[in-house]
């Protein structure tokens, strides 16, 4: 099915291509008047972070994943002066400063760097405004914007790499963020997916743009298989946004026949489908026992007139919906602490659910979710465990950091 590099038609087909972000200096730019404006709950200790993250690169590259960064392939697409002249120029429009001799200035700034992999971490880490000689005008805004200590806002959430795009089959899902501070990351992937010389010229279908009008992201969507995709209706998933990328979807002669709306609470702690449910095996999940009462799922199946579908709600309970979309006899469901209660809620703040698959049966977790780790290995999941004290402080597991760009079929 692969013809240009992309291959995604499962969750836990053997991961060859992931895309990892490691933290950067844009971690030291969070403070606590900030994080809620940056959607942090906490600050990470970036030393330890990193270090953490590395174990998590480690597991990949041990275990034959290529793994690459979305750092090195942002400066690799920019290797025409041009180009990298109007990434510039469009990074700064979405980076919010009115003030249009500071535009200029900052551009030249950026400009100034002659090593481009040192310009696009800056970029990503942002720019105090002490580190700027910007003069004061005589107006309003711009004695506004000098209380602000930022020129450029850091962009501390690029290291889950899961949610600015999506692999779905062999195309791309270039996703409209939620929130104005992650719409930033999103320009990255469209620089790349056009621009770098591994995909360039490749012909990749876009499923969903990033100028679309309704919010999506990527921890919403999972591939269960070659026929069907689960999509949350979430906190920053909209509804609308399912129904435009089913339509082109079905409109592509892809072999997904089914997607599969997962309708989720819409609060923080459930931020993301994948952060209550996730797929470890062919048929083994994990979920959050807090979802099962209040969720509702969809099906939008493709009719034989291109591109249209017909949507049913589905009345079974959940497990007899993935069995029925993934032709299977028994489906076990692992929940996240085990059961409702403090378990349950301690372990799925910290991303007990929230697992990635490296093959069938073998699973990447933080090691903090102990509870349901055990359950995971009873139930004859191999588990590579990751320290998780400073990544967790994120709100985002194994899944959230990384986005898979090639697994091998299920046979």
């Known amino acids: 099915m692969n013809s240009n590099g992309l291959q995604i038609y499962s969750e836990i087909g053997k991961l060859k291509k992931v895309l990892l972000h490691r933290p950067g200096e844009e971690i030291e730019n969070l403070t606590p008047d900030l994080m809620e404006r940056l959607l942090f709950d906490d600050i990470p200790f970036l030393k330890i972070a990193r270090k953490e993250h590395d174990a998590f690169a480690k597991v990949f590259q041990e275990n034959g994943v290529e ?87 850091p962009m ?14 062999n195309g791309i899902a270039l996703n409209q963020m939620r929130t104005v501070t992650r719409r930033r990351e999103t320009l990255f992937s469209d620089y790349i997916f056009k621009n770098h010389p591994m995909f360039k010229g490749q012909d990749i279908p876009f499923w969903y743009d990033r100028t679309d009008q309704y919010a999506i992201e990527g921890g919403d969507i999972l591939v269960l298989n070659e026929t069907t995709v689960c999509i949350g209706i979430s906190e ?83 497990d007899h919906i993935l ?16 059961k409702k209660g403090i378990d349950a809620g301690r372990e799925q703040w910290n991303d007990g659910s929230n697992t990635l698959a490296i093959s069938p049966g073998e699973v990447i977790v933080y090691e903090r979710n102990h509870v349901t780790n055990r359950l995971l290995e009873e139930a004859g999941i191999k588990l590579h465990v990751i320290p998780s004290s400073e990544l967790s402080r994120g709100r985002g597991g194994p899944r959230c950091m990384s986005m898979p760009l090639y697994r091998e079929l299920i046979k």
């Open 67 to 153: 793994v690459m960064y979305l750092e090195k392939l942002m400066a690799e697409s920019l290797v025409d002066s041009g180009l990298k002249s109007r990434f510039i120029t469009d990074f700064l429009k979405e980076a919010g400063i009115k003030n249009p001799n500071h535009f200029e200035y900052v551009k030249d700034y950026f400009e100034s760097f002659s090593d481009t992999l040192k310009m696009v971490d800056k970029m990503m880490a942002g720019i105090r405004r002490e580190e700027l000689d910007l003069q004061v005008g005589g107006s309003l805004v711009d004695r506004i914007e000098m209380t602000y200590p930022f020129v450029v806002d």
């Open 156 to 169: 501390p959430n690029l290291y889950f790499t899961r949610d600015p795009f999506s692999t779905i089959g």
């Open 236 to 318: 920053r998933t909209d509804a609308s946004a399912i129904e435009r990328i089913a339509k082109n979807i079905f409109s592509d002669g892809q072999p997904f026949k089914t997607i599969l709306a997962f309708d989720i609470p819409k609060e923080r702690a459930f931020m993301h489908l994948d952060t209550v449910f996730t797929m470890v095996d062919h048929n083994v999940f994990t979920i959050h026992p807090e979802i099962e009462g209040p969720l509702t799922v969809y099906s939008l199946s493709r009719t034989d007139v291109k591109g249209e579908y017909v949507i049913h709600q589905e009345r079974e309970a959940l």
């Open 323 to 338: 069995k029925k979309y993934l032709e299977v006899d028994e489906v076990k469901l692992i929940r996240c602490g085990g």
